[in-house]
């Protein structure tokens, strides 16, 4: 989230903003984690996938563009 938000937010903005969405913060990071631990293969996927679904999600958001529904709650 980090690589969107430099581009719009001061860095008391980004901490507030990453604080009122924490749990969209915590999934990309929880992602990346796992994808990051496949051993190898998972450098080369894990950064590019985190950079994009974050940025993808960041700007949504700042467009007021609704989540997708995951179906899990």
Do not use: K
Not at 9 to 18: D, G
Not at 30 to 42: A, K, N, Q, R, Y
Not at 43 to 56: K, N, R
Request: glycine residues 6%.
């Amino acid at each position: 989230m980090d690589y969107t938000m430099e581009r719009f937010f001061s860095y008391r903005e980004a901490i507030e903003f990453v604080s009122n969405h924490r749990s969209i913060a915590v999934g990309n990071g929880l992602v990346f984690f796992l994808l990051f631990s496949i051993p190898l293969i998972g450098a080369l996927i894990a950064i590019p996938i985190a950079t994009a679904a974050s940025t993808i999600t960041v700007l949504r958001i700042l467009r007021g563009i609704p989540q997708p529904d995951s179906g899990f709650l």
